[in-house]
């Protein structure tokens, strides 16, 4: 019965439980006894026509105990009814942390292995807990023993409160089928990525499958799922202090639909394959909810300093020549550079790890030549490998058989990719690795690039599943059995289409080799081989941009947003899809700046460079039917864009501390303005339309044409105009509302809208302009200033990280990672990580000054002083107070070395200093008391006698 509404979500179960004989299925026949292809379907039930007397499962709670000090909890399920089922599945939970549950639902077949996701959650986060807590203290709640299973989390504070409940909801697990329903306790769900949509999830389907498409999300199948695979979500509970997460670990196809229902949202999982493998994360802080997800994944991976420059692409570029055009007008503009990317045109007809000779003779030379000038080279690497016996790389790979091998030939599996009928590595295969490490190493033997650009590695396939004739372009599909083995079809579309079969063999055992387990790892295991070349080869940190990602793949790789189109409207959804990788644990993102499709304006492409300015990963790249959109191509564009890219360039030690830090300890480098005032509403108006760019820069772009004039919401805060350094909005005691604030915004003025939120501290560089800057790098040759705003507390903290943006192995400790916390009138250079012993010699941690603004905050300061780390001394500053725009201005006295390493804290007064040379000595005298005589001693120190009581 084909099937357009949604029954399946309560009643559908595996065919051969209810027909009672495994080795049967299902053959399903329109009116007319043609045979439907099960992923047209939906959903399918069935039982007696008189009555609808469907199958029923349900799973009851058999056993459990606690172990691990009560941190964990083991026990097996069972179904209800023996004489429908008999089915055992194993549970396990366990508190990883005092934040996050791990959660383990697996059918118990004697003989058979269930899929488990392999190498994304390190073992040792698995199996050793760092809670200090129980898990019955943790809100966590199990059905009792007999009763229908549920789970839940309920609030540690109310007990009658509760954060999600799978009670009385549908729950099925059976043979490639798991569907379970769950209740949350919000109406604001963000996540489940990749998908270009808003930030917030609104009601509708959501698919998990790497797909290689652009296409807007309605939420309405079949999927608009593309280049990754995130199921993890964050809820922002009604109490607005606290949000909660959760996170499926499943590399199978999935559809997760979301339906609000009054103020809670329902959320159904319908998996075909694998286990549930779920991490529960308890309420906290938005901060606290994603350093937990990115303690379970891993965190980012460290980046050179040059990543964080401009970046610039083309598919086109036709030559070598056209090539060196390109950089010459950079040069010529004055336009800042650091990296020239090339995609497909270098190549021998597509082929990956060729050069054509003939267009781009001398290439080597010219990329030496860029290097010189300190511009990186970054190339693309397409996943498919041609299939041309002569062609070295393919006939190195099929000696050592490293290919992914076709279920029904045994032999290499054949699809199209741009050189024609190709073949892919299997990079389970243990000789695979080595293969691809040696090939990357000929290829940089060829090319010195400094990154790669892993592409069409979702894996993206010119034809659906298998492609078996290799005599002419025939775009066939197997008219297999293996869409009749599930029971329901994820994304409403062929599952092979615009990809590999899913019956496709890897390397290892028979019984989960299939592609269909693998698809959604493939760029994951692809950038993590990529990633160990670099450490073990190049002796360098990666530099991999992947279009195809998975949770952690951040350990090796960051993404860029995919393809785009030329338009205000992609350009505003590029926000949502960086903030929503922030979440996914790859901070570093970003979108194709003026857009990859169609012909960008003028205007449009302005403002985008603006906006670029402010994604982590700042790249330009178009097609090769586009127009010419590098920046330097229009006057105006030119001047506008030399200043986004400058004003980028001046918080360069700014972007790398913060991201550094995330790379330490998690976290997010962009975030809406609801995750740093969760308990003000009126952000979820802002939520698509401004973001904070690090912990102190909030970024308000134009995303409209013909626009003079901004108005947006500022929660209530002090905030500061960053060009002027003066208070723009003060906050207010007696309101918890802010105020929307106008601001000027003409292209003509090449003004973009940044605002200094208060509580923050961060280094400034602003001769970027005035010396003319063309690399990022050579900003850690200038010195810098310390820009401290407090807010209406006196209080801002800030991070400054040191290191020589190279080492390999960042555990090594060879870094100065610096907190800086001000209290009041003094801030505590807090050496927070790494070796104090590690010596930076480049010049940007040196302060010619510390600003202070909001002086007005201090009276009239008389003194100021810093206390010097190496000679354990107090030293005076010079001070300024500009009373017109409120700034207090601190200098170290001639001849002083004022290096962020050296400074153990600086202050100010409205006091006179006095004995700001002595060196002070804090005695603590520690008193007993005891039933024996006092005994009394005395030290000398210094001339004074210290009587210390025993």
């Known amino acids: 019965k084909q099937k357009t509404a949604y029954e399946i979500a309560q009643r559908l179960v595996g065919s051969e439980m209810c027909i009672r004989d495994s080795t049967m299925a299902l053959s399903i026949h329109d009116s007319n006894m043609a045979k439907i292809p099960m992923f047209k379907m939906e959903s399918i039930v069935w039982g007696t026509a008189e009555n609808y007397d469907f199958c029923k499962f349900q799973v009851h709670l058999q056993s459990m105990e606690y172990t691990n000090e009560e941190k964990g909890i083991v026990g097996e399920l069972a179904t209800s009814d023996p004489a429908a089922y008999q089915l055992k599945f194993d549970l396990k939970l366990l508190m990883l942390n005092n934040g996050v549950i791990s959660l383990e639902i697996i059918k118990n077949e004697h003989g058979r292995y269930p899929w488990i996701v392999p190498d994304v959650v390190d073992d040792n986060v698995r199996k050793n807990s760092k809670a200090s807590i129980s898990i019955k203290r943790s809100g966590f709640k199990l059905s009792n023993i007999g009763d229908p299973f549920f789970f839940e989390l309920g609030d540690p504070d109310d007990s009658f409160d509760f954060i999600f409940t799978t009670r009385n909801m549908p729950f099925v697990y059976v043979k490639d089928f798991i ?260 090939e990357l190493l000929k290829f940089h033997e060829q090319i010195p690039y400094d990154g790669l650009w892993l592409d069409m590695n979702e894996p993206s396939n010119m034809c659906d599943g298998e492609c078996p004739d290799e005599a002419h372009y025939i775009f066939y599909q197997f008219p297999i059995d293996f869409y009749d083995d599930l029971y329901y079809n994820p994304t409403h579309r062929g599952l092979e289409k615009g990809t590999i079969s899913m019956e496709a063999l890897h390397y290892g055992s028979t019984q989960n080799r299939p592609e269909f387990n693998y698809h959604n790892l493939f760029g994951y295991m692809q950038s993590r081989a990529t990633a160990r070349f670099f450490y073990a080869r190049l002796r360098k940190r990666p530099f991999i941009i992947s279009s195809s990602t998975f949770p952690g793949i951040g350990k090796f790789a960051s993404h860029w947003l995919g393809d785009n189109v030329s338009s205000w409207h992609m350009m505003e959804y590029s926000i949502a899809g960086m903030m929503n990788f922030q979440l996914f644990g790859i901070p570093f993102v970003g979108a194709d700046i003026c857009g990859f499709t169609g012909n960008s304006s003028m205007s449009l492409c302005s403002r985008w460079m603006q906006l670029g300015a402010f994604y982590p990963f700042m790249r330009n790249h178009n097609s090769p039917q586009g127009s010419p959109q590098e920046p330097y191509i229009d006057p105006q564009l030119a001047s506008i864009s030399r200043k986004a890219i400058h004003l980028r360039y001046s918080l360069a030690r700014y972007i790398y501390s913060d991201y550094m830090h995330i790379v330490l300890e998690g976290g997010m480098l962009v975030k809406p303005l609801l995750f740093e005032f969760p308990k003000d509403p009126e952000t979820y108006k802002i939520l698509d339309e401004s973001f904070m760019f690090g912990h102190a820069i909030r970024v308000t772009p134009v995303l409209e044409d013909k626009t003079g004039s901004l108005t947006s919401y500022f929660p209530n805060h ?134 202070i603004l909001g002086a007005s905050h201090y009276g009239n300061t008389v003194c100021a002083k810093w206390y010097d780390n190496v000679d354990k001394t107090f030293r005076q500053m010079k001070y300024t107070t500009d009373s017109a725009k409120d700034i207090l201005t601190l200098e170290p006295q001639e001849g002083a070395t004022f290096i962020a390493p050296r400074i153990d804290s600086i202050s100010w007064h409205n006091t006179t200093c006095q004995n700001i040379n002595l060196s002070f000595t804090i005695l603590c005298c520690l008193l007993y008391t005891s039933d024996a005589a006092d005994e009394r001693s005395s030290v000398d120190l210094g001339g004074r006698r210290i009587i210390k009581k025993k």
């Open 718 to 851: 002090d905030w500061y105009d960053f060009n002027t350094f003066q208070k723009v909005v003060s906050y207010n005691h007696s309101t918890t509302r802010g105020v929307n604030l106008t601001m000027t915004c003409s292209l003509d003025s090449e003004k973009i809208n940044l605002h200094i939120k208060a509580g923050s501290i961060f280094p400034y560089q602003e001769q970027a302009i005035a010396n003319n800057i063309m690399r990022i790098k050579q900003m850690t040759n200038l010195t810098a200033k310390l820009i401290v705003v407090p807010d209406h507390e006196k209080k801002a903290k800030g991070h400054l990280f040191y290191d020589d943006d190279e080492n390999i192995n960042i555990w090594s400790k060879d870094f100065h990672d610096v907190h800086l916390q001000l209290n009041n009138n003094e801030i505590k250079f807090i050496f927070e990580d790494g070796k104090k012993s590690f010596n930076y010699n480049n010049k940007d941690n040196i302060f010619t000054h510390v600003q």
């Open 179 to 438: 569907h379970f329903k769950y209740m949350v306790n919000s109406r604001h769900i963000f996540g489940l990525g990749e998908r270009i949509q808003k930030f917030e999830l609104a009601d509708g389907l959501y698919s998990m499958f790497n797909y290689d498409q652009f296409s807007e999300e309605t939420g309405i199948a079949p999927g608009n799922n593309l280049y990754g695979s995130h199921a993890f979500y964050l809820m922002h509970l009604h109490n607005p202090s606290h949000f909660a997460g959760m996170f499926f670990l499943n590399s199978n196809p999935v559809d997760i639909k979301i339906k609000h229902v009054g103020m809670q949202t329902q959320i159904d999982h319908v998996l075909v394959g694998g286990i549930i493998d779920a991490f529960i994360f308890q309420r906290g802080s938005v901060d606290e909810i994603i350093k937990n997800y990115q303690y379970v994944i891993g965190k980012p991976e460290p980046l050179p300093y040059w990543a964080f420059g401009y970046h610039q692409s083309r598919w086109g570029y036709r030559d070598i020549e056209h090539l060196r055009d390109v950089v010459t007008k950079f040069e010529l503009a004055n336009m800042p550079l650091d990296a020239i990317w090339m995609d497909k045109d270098y190549m021998v007809e597509y082929k990956i790890f060729t050069v054509d000779s003939r267009k781009w003779h001398g290439l080597q030379q010219f990329v030496q030549d860029l290097k010189s000038k300190g511009v990186h080279f970054v190339a693309i690497v397409d996943a498919g490998i041609a299939i041309e016996p002569g062609y070295r790389v393919y006939d190195d790979g099929l000696e050592r058989g490293v290919y992914l091998n076709s279920m029904f030939t045994q032999k290499p599996l054949v699809g199209i990719t741009w050189p024609g009928y190709s073949v892919w590595v299997d990079f389970l295969h243990p000789a695979a690795e080595q293969f691809w490490e040696e």
